[in-house]
């Protein structure tokens, strides 16, 4: 009875990954048909086939929604997995990246080497990493000396975050030409992303989420709680510090080329948490393809909500996980652990 209900459930999973896999391959399609200028399916697959295509598609798909539904699909992924992380590491359901100060905190690293070295820009995806790094790290260290209780992690994450913000606007206000697009940077969007910005993000973000699934069952029992999974034999300590760096690297490298997108590592773990369980190994992946698909679909709402005018996908976003998350705040009232 056991072996079928085992079964059952891994089979019930492959349907739901099955599911998952068509609706993200189908948004990254329609952002690549869909647009001010609409083409055709078969101009479409021409020109990633390869065959001869009419150029002004190519130059549509190759130099503009290719890079921009690639850089979707990373940066929803990236950011849902960090959250994923994020949440089990501190046992706590309302942190995220925004949240808790790692995009803030990855803005700010970002504008600071800017002013101080324009000509640094290359090395953006390392120097989110580390802004990311510092405000998780930052605010895990507060939440842990003054009570690691959920509301405390929230706060200390919301003081951490305004005062990067702080120091975002006083990098402008003093170096007003050390971040181009600055505006369109802390709201978020993917507008003008190219391949080459694009790449060694992507090579961090794919080497970071192999690392966390290989992960998957240090994160189960972690889960259990400190004291526990310290009784099964396990490295307490050094996985969190191993995870937080993770939940960064993913994180940072989402925001070197999306910019301070939010509420996308708090809205997809919590859905996905309903749909494919607790277990890491299917968080993990239901949550890397459903951010992939969220963030993609806001995207192409952001691009013909208002075409041929363009919203910043941030914003899409930030209505949509403003509401969920004080829902979940609400949800969680009274609860201390």
Same mark, same amino acid.
């Given at each position: ?45 021409? /020109? ?12 549509? &798909? ?22 994923? &992380? ?13 949240? &808790? ?70 990098? /402008? ?81 989402? /925001?070197?080329?999306?910019?301070? &997108? ?32 969220? /963030? ?42």
């Amino acid at each position: 009875m056991k072996s079928l209900q085992i079964f059952s459930t891994r089979r019930s999973n492959g349907i739901f990954f099955a599911v998952l896999c068509i609706l993200t391959l189908a948004a990254a399609a329609l952002s690549l048909w869909i647009g001010s200028v609409m083409l055709s399916p078969g101009q479409v697959l021409d /020109v990633l086939t390869g065959r001869e295509a009419d150029l002004t598609a190519s130059r549509i &798909i190759l130099y503009s929604r290719l890079p921009r539904t690639l850089a979707a699909m990373l940066a929803g992924a990236a950011l849902a997995v960090s959250g994923v &992380i994020i949440q089990t590491v501190l046992s706590n359901p309302l942190a995220s990246p925004g949240v &808790i100060g790692v995009n803030s905190g990855a803005g700010f690293a970002v504008a600071f080497v800017c002013a101080v070295s324009p000509t640094a820009q290359q090395y953006t995806p390392l120097v989110a990493f580390c802004g990311a790094l510092t405000g998780v790290l930052l605010v895990t260290t507060l939440s842990w000396r003054t009570g690691a209780s959920r509301m405390t992690v929230v706060l200390a994450g919301v003081a951490i975050s305004a005062l990067f913000s702080a120091g975002i606007d006083a990098v /402008v206000t003093l170096v007003p030409n050390a971040v181009i697009g600055i505006t369109d940077f802390r709201i978020g969007g993917f507008t003008g992303v190219t391949m080459t910005q694009l790449a060694p993000a992507a090579v961090l973000i794919l080497v970071s989420l192999g690392i966390a699934l290989s992960l998957s069952q240090q994160m189960d029992i972690l889960a259990l709680g400190s004291d526990t999974a310290q009784s099964l034999g396990l490295s307490v300590q050094p996985l969190r510090f191993i995870l937080l760096v993770l939940a960064a690297a993913l994180a940072g490298a989402a /925001v070197s080329f999306c910019g301070l &997108i939010s509420f996308v590592g708090l809205i997809i773990p919590h859905t996905m948490r309903h749909l494919s369980g607790e277990n890491s190994l299917p968080l993990l992946l239901s949550s890397a393809l459903g951010g992939a698909f969220f /963030v993609t679909v806001c995207d192409l709402l952001a691009r013909i909500l208002f075409s041929p005018f363009e919203l910043p996908v941030g914003i899409i976003l930030a209505l949509a996980g403003a509401p969920f998350f004080l829902w979940l705040l609400f949800k969680q009232k009274g609860v201390h652990t």
